[in-house]
């Protein structure tokens, strides 16, 4: 698992490269996050574009970063799920954990009340998917 964080407009956006699976990816994700609330960074978008599998403890890992930032008065929300990885929400009911983006702008602009940001259709998708099968 590969990180790069980069900030934009005093939001902390964190890539992620690889597979989410129990061992070293989800240790990593663990070890990143405690250094972000340590340094009490707040506001976080995890970027999972390039994450193309999220095995189970992958997805208590990112509860675990979720309830992390939580409990420190901050939020964490996700950007760029891949199909499966949005199915794997869906079935599992994280999507109602997690704000969901499918785009950064929209994902950055969710943190300021001021600004118009557009969450994930969640709906859409799945009349999408529909149509497809």
Do not use: H, W
């Amino acid at each position: 698992m590969q990180f790069s964080t980069k900030t934009t407009d005093g939001i902390t956006i964190v890539a992620l490269d690889g597979k989410l699976v129990v061992g070293d990816a989800t240790a990593t994700l663990k070890e990143q996050v405690k250094l972000l609330a340590d340094r009490e960074i707040r506001k976080v978008v995890l970027d999972l574009k390039d994450v193309d599998y999220i095995d189970s403890s992958g997805l208590g890992t990112l509860v675990y970063c979720f309830s992390t930032f939580r409990k420190q008065g901050g939020t964490l929300k996700l950007l760029n799920l891949s199909r499966r990885n949005i199915e794997l929400m869906l079935l599992t009911k994280l999507e109602t954990v997690f704000e969901v983006f499918d785009d950064e702008r929209s994902a950055v602009d969710s943190f300021f009340p001021d600004r118009e940001s557009r969450r994930f259709d969640i709906l859409e998708f799945l009349r999408q998917q529909q149509q497809v099968d």
